[in-house]
């Protein structure tokens, strides 16, 4: 998932959890850390020998938090697949690309169309699934499915292409 701090983003993945041993990577550096938390959103967070104490303050939805650590306070915003992916169809408009990519690491669950198939804008194209979250993928434009470069059950990476489209007019 990507973690928003500030003007800072990080790619944080869960790789396990053991009671309150947690082990993730951040920008793909390993972090061990043990987490333990309480009832009122406090939480006591060791790593590398060192103690630290936070305040987390949910927001509405559940996808972005206050913490406070002592004299520091931090905004923080948690961005889930489908997030990632719309917010990367904004940023390269709502014009249709020639593929559809992975947004982040994760597995198909389902490929609902084969090669050769005509799209409508809004039709499902691919399901990944990440972070034990399902998220359909959608065609933004008319167009046809030219290569499925993926089969369900693949683990699949961040930006792999996934599907190739045809979005030229032709009949």
Do not use: W
């Amino acid at each position: 998932m990507e973690i928003h701090i500030g003007d800072r983003v990080a790619d944080v993945t869960l790789v396990s959890k053991e009671g309150n041993k947690v082990v993730l990577t951040i920008d793909g550096k390993p972090v061990e850390v043990d987490v333990m938390m309480a009832e009122n959103g406090s939480c006591s967070i060791l790593h590398n020998g060192n103690s630290y104490n936070a305040e987390l303050i949910r927001g509405e939805g559940g996808k972005s938090y206050d913490v406070n650590m002592f004299y520091r306070s931090y905004h923080v915003d948690v961005v889930d697949t489908q997030a990632k992916y719309l917010h990367l169809h904004k940023t390269q408009g709502e014009r249709q690309q020639d593929k559809i990519v992975a947004p982040m690491p994760g597995k198909v669950v389902a490929i609902p169309v084969s090669v050769g198939d005509r799209l409508k804008a809004g039709d499902i194209a691919i399901v990944l699934e990440a972070m034990k979250m399902q998220s359909n993928y959608k065609v933004t434009a008319d167009c046809t499915v030219k290569a499925i470069l993926v089969a369900e059950g693949d683990s699949v990476q961040d930006n792999q292409a996934l599907i190739e489209l045809d979005l030229s007019n032709e009949e």
